[in-house]
Structure formats: structure tokens, C-alpha cells
């Protein structure tokens, strides 16, 4: 789900590596689903062998079909084909479709019975409750796939016996710029992301750290671990990929070369074995030295919203969610400032107290939705009340 984005093609890659260098296949793909790309969904289609290829914007059917014609791949369109796509019967789904638009393929999947490799924070984020439950009654795994999670799954031993985890973060492009220039900051500066390379929404996610923090957030929903025994530090080689530590005093770190290829083949091949992969070896004597240093709060406030929207609850995390991407989105077209997105998040949370949709239930995937509509409109009005100064020409 997601096969044309920067975890898809990826995890095509990873896929193909371990498919080339074994005496036998070891993966079968069976459906790709891609949002509006139907030429590269085409050419993945064909490459590795998919039964069904579905593009989500149904404006792209006919492409896709063209391309596709005279081969055996079925071709789908529209949201009811990715939520068919989701639902056929696999080993596992890679659910990795930007935003909380992933949620409802990933939903699908789980109630379909499938395994879900989940790169997609944002379903955890706003239904984290809802997606543990659906999939302990289908008795499904959600194995984590971002690399912060999926180094606390591959390091998390008895859950009883974890006192805290601790989320590793680059700290981005502006690590070390000054508070005072952070003003000027341009989407070109924010998309240089000076370790992972990534789609532009997590680009700029990761530069003013609502990635961290709606990693913390996935955290305690993942792990059932309250918000305030999760940690956040910055370690700029981001080499150490997340630790667990244990009430004994033992401390268990994942590592690696930043490279995604490496969660992506432990979580489409756990729990049975580790398949090789193409990932640079690490080497810890080129490397030297490793570096750590706490959270400046002032400059990035970002983790803070989400440790305050994860201790209100009642649907703050959703709310947060959304206006986070409304305001991305607005500050990739240039019609806010890099400052300007924390703001926008902070602004929606406080209407969120007061408003209609905050004594809605989160129990079901139609609630859940009612929630973001709303977050989304009440972002929109924020941004168009910005003052002209505000503005990025």
C-alpha cells in the first residue's frame, strides 16, 4: 500500500535483493497500490509479477489500464479498490501510504485477517485503540516498520519488565541553527534532511520533530507504555535507531546504517528468519564516537503537543494529526512559515476543547473521520487568518 512512495520503492528493492540472491523466491507479490503515479505503478506492476495493481485516484483508471493491457495484472481504481487490494488474503501487508489516508486500507487489512508491516505512524496515531483491538480479535500481528519502532521490536523482550523506552531523533536540519534564525527557515532548507532521504511530508515532519513526536505517540500505543516513560534524545548520526531499558538496568539498542531498508526486510520477514539485504555494513571504528544531547523544547515544540494531545486523549491525537498535515501542506505551497506549524497545531488543539466533535467517541473508523474533517476545516481558517507578514511570497 503505497508502492511508488520512498518506503514502497524501498521495500520493492529489498524485496527484489532477497528474491535475486536466494535459490528460490522468497517473496510473492500479490497486489500494489499507488495513489496517482500510474506509470510507475505500471512498471512495478510488471517488474515483479503483481496479480492486481490498483491506482487510488480513479481520474488514472484508464491510464493504468492502457499501460497494463495485454498482460494478466487485474487493474482497479478508486478508494474501493485499495480497500479490495487491502483486503485479499496474504501473509502480509505493508501499509505505507502517507497520512491518515492509509488508515482505512490498513483497517481493511487487519479485518481481512492480514499481517500488517506498518510504516504508516499516522493509523496508530489516530486509532491506535481501535487498530490494537480489531487486530487482537483477528489475532493479527502489527509488526512496526518505521526504524525508531522497529528497533524497539527487535530489542523488546518481556513487556512487564521494560521500565522505559527512548526514541532516537537526527534532530534534523536545524539541530543547531539558532532560535533567532529560525524565521527564515525555506521548504528548501526543510527538505535537506541531512541523514534519511524521505518523502517530503516526513521530510518536513522530521525537520520540526512532530516526527518524534507522533513517534512517541505510536510508541505507547504500539508498546502499551505510558507517554511520560518514553524519552526523546537527539543523537545526530542516528546510528542507534531507538533503546529499551529494562528494570534490571540493562539498556538494549537497535543499530545500524540509516537506511530503511533494513526495519523494512525485518518486518517482511519476521518472525521466520532475517533475509539479506544490500544495507552498507556498519563500521564502528570509521565511526568513532556517538553523539547525544537533550530535546530543546523551545525551538521545537512539536514533541511537547504530542505528549500534551496523548495525555488528553478523547481524540487530541487525531486533531493534532491533521492540522499537522494541513499546515505541512500549506507551508510546501508557501503560505505559512516553518515557525508557523507548531503554532497552527497548538491553535487547533485549544478549539479542540470546546468544540462539538471533541465529545465524539473514537470507537469506530466514521467518528474517527468526523474528528479530522473538522481538525482540517479549523486549520484551513487558521492559516487563512495569518497575517499578510506571515505569508512566504
Not at 258 to 271: G, N
Not at 299 to 315: E, N, T
Not at 353 to 369: A, T
Request: with cysteine; glycine share 6%.
Amino acid at each position: 500500500m503505497g508502492s511508488t512512495g520512498s518506503i514502497g520503492t524501498s521495500a520493492l528493492s529489498v524485496i527484489e535483493y532477497a528474491n535475486r540472491i536466494a535459490p528460490h523466491p522468497q517473496y510473492q507479490i500479490d497486489a500494489l497500490v499507488a495513489g496517482s503515479d500510474a506509470s510507475g505503478l505500471a512498471a512495478q506492476a510488471k517488474s515483479v509479477g503483481a496479480r492486481y495493481a490498483v491506482i487510488a485516484d480513479p481520474q488514472k483508471y484508464k491510464e493504468l489500464s492502457a499501460l497494463l493491457a495485454g498482460t494478466d495484472i487485474e487493474v482497479g481504481a478508486g478508494p474501493e479498490a485499495v480497500l479490495a487490494a487491502a483486503s485479499r488474503p496474504v501473509h502480509r501487508v505493508l501499509a505505507a501510504i502517507v497520512g491518515i489516508q492509509g488508515l482505512a486500507s490498513t483497517l481493511a487489512a487487519i479485518r481481512a485477517g492480514n499481517s500488517i508491516a506498518l510504516a504508516n505512524k499516522e493509523s496508530m496515531v489516530c486509532a491506535g485503540a481501535l487498530l490494537r483491538r480489531e487486530a487482537v480479535r483477528m489475532a493479527v500481528d502489527i509488526v512496526p516498520t518505521d526504524s525508531e519502532h522497529n528497533a524497539m521490536f527487535q530489542v523488546m523482550e518481556r513487556r512487564e519488565d521494560v521500565e522505559r523506552l527512548v526514541l532516537t531523533a537526527s534532530g534534523g536540519p536545524f539541530r543547531a541553527t539558532k532560535l533567532a534564525d529560525m524565521a527564515d527557515i525555506t521548504v528548501e532548507m526543510a527538505l535537506a534532511h541531512p541523514r534519511w532521504n524521505m518523502g517530503r511530508k516526513i521530510t518536513i515532519d522530521s525537520a520540526t520533530l512532530f516526527n518524534k513526536g507522533l513517534e512517541l505517540i505510536e510508541a505507547a500505543y504500539l508498546f502499551d507504555i505510558p507517554e511520560s516513560c518514553i524519552d526523546v534524545v537527539v543523537h545526530p548520526q542516528s546510528i542507534i535507531h531507538s533503546l529499551v531499558t529494562y528494570r534490571d538496568g540493562s539498556v538494549l539498542a537497535q543499530m545500524g546504517d540509516p537506511d530503511m531498508r533494513t526495519p523494512i526486510s525485518h518486518a517482511l520477514s519476521w518472525p521466520d528468519r532475517r533475509q539479506a539485504t544490500a544495507v552498507n555494513r556498519l563500521d564502528l571504528v570509521a565511526l568513532g564516537a556517538l553523539d547525544f544531547t537533550g530535546l530543546d523544547a523551545e525551538r521545537f515544540p512539536a514533541v511537547d503537543l504530542c505528549r500534551q494531545a496523548l495525555r488528553a486523549a478523547c481524540g487530541a491525537p487525531i486533531v493534532l494529526n491533521s492540522a499537522n498535515e494541513v499546515a505541512v501542506a500549506a507551508f510546501l505551497k508557501g503560505q505559512c512559515h516553518f515557525q508557523d506549524i507548531s503554532r497552527i497545531v497548538e491553535k487547533c488543539l485549544n478549539w479542540f476543547v470546546d468544540s462539538d466533535v471533541s465529545r465524539l467517541s473514537r470507537d469506530g473508523l466514521d467518528e474517527i473521520m468526523i474528528i479530522d474533517e473538522a481538525a482540517r476545516r479549523q486549520a484551513t481558517e487558521i492559516i487563512s487568518a495569518l497575517p499578510s507578514k506571515t505569508r512566504v511570497h
